[in-house]
């Protein structure tokens, strides 16, 4: 069973709309955390948003925020007001492991490629 | 704002030929790790270092790969024999002591073409 799942293939917003890219995941662990990394055309992984799964809030940054919902094992990117910029594919991924077992080994979704159009 | 540095940016090499991609990680970060990309596909993780030793590997992880921590700053991986196959983006990350709560960091990334 796939770890880590984004549905959606491919996305298109309106610039200053705001969008929302799926991931849900799947653990045993009580310990995780939750990453979302932005990939421009030209390949670099830009860290966007972190989420514990003991963090009570929903993270947000910027533009950026993450609706965890635990119980439906799912960690949602919205991006608000949507930039031309913005237009990049867009990873979902986890850590898990507590206890000292886990030496932080990221597994990532299969990503979602999002276009904003002007 | 301090980086993980990658060289060379691309790299292309003759199948069955060993190739050295190279990394430098954020200087006071201690867990390191080496992911692919093939094009196209999701980011995999191939290996992660701690205490100058191994710490978790992938089942990409096979013998033909090998990863090193020379010195000080630089973190290495080695592909003794290269295939067709290994043509992928190769990315190095970094991470703080307590990597289950921070961000890897992600360097550049190196293109590698095996001809």
């Known amino acids: 069973a796939q770890k880590i799942t984004q549905t959606q293939p491919g996305m298109f917003v309106q610039e200053k709309e705001a969008v929302t890219l799926d991931c849900t995941y799947d653990t045993s662990d009580q310990s995780y955390g939750l990453f979302w990394y932005k990939q421009p055309s030209s390949g670099e992984m830009i860290f966007l948003i972190y989420?514990?799964?003991?963090?009570?809030q929903n993270a947000t940054e910027g533009r950026y925020s993450l609706n965890f919902q635990k119980a439906r094992k799912s960690a949602n990117l919205v991006i608000s007001a949507s930039q031309l910029g913005d237009s990049a594919m867009y990873f979902c991924a986890m850590r898990e492991g507590a206890g000292g077992t886990s030496y932080g080994k990221l597994t990532f979704g299969q990503g979602t490629i999002l276009t904003v159009h002007p | 704002e301090p980086e993980v540095t990658q060289t060379p940016s691309h790299q292309v090499t003759q199948m069955g030929q060993e190739v050295i991609l190279r990394c430098v990680p954020i200087?006071?970060?201690?867990?390191f790790y080496w992911y692919r990309q093939i094009l196209g596909q999701k980011v995999e993780f191939l290996v992660s270092?701690?205490?100058?030793?191994?710490?978790?590997k992938s089942e990409i992880f096979d013998d033909q790969f090998s990863v090193e921590r020379p010195d000080g700053s630089n973190f290495t991986l080695k592909i003794r024999s290269t295939k067709l196959e290994d043509s992928a983006m190769y990315f190095c990350?970094?991470?703080?002591?307590?990597?289950?709560?921070?961000?890897?960091?992600f360097g550049q990334g190196t293109r590698l073409t095996v001809v």
């Open positions: 990350a970094s991470s703080a002591a307590s990597p289950m709560n921070t961000e890897a960091f």
């Open positions: 989420q514990g799964s003991y963090d009570e």
């Open positions: 270092f701690y205490n100058n030793e191994i710490s978790e």
């Open positions: 200087s006071n970060h201690l867990y």
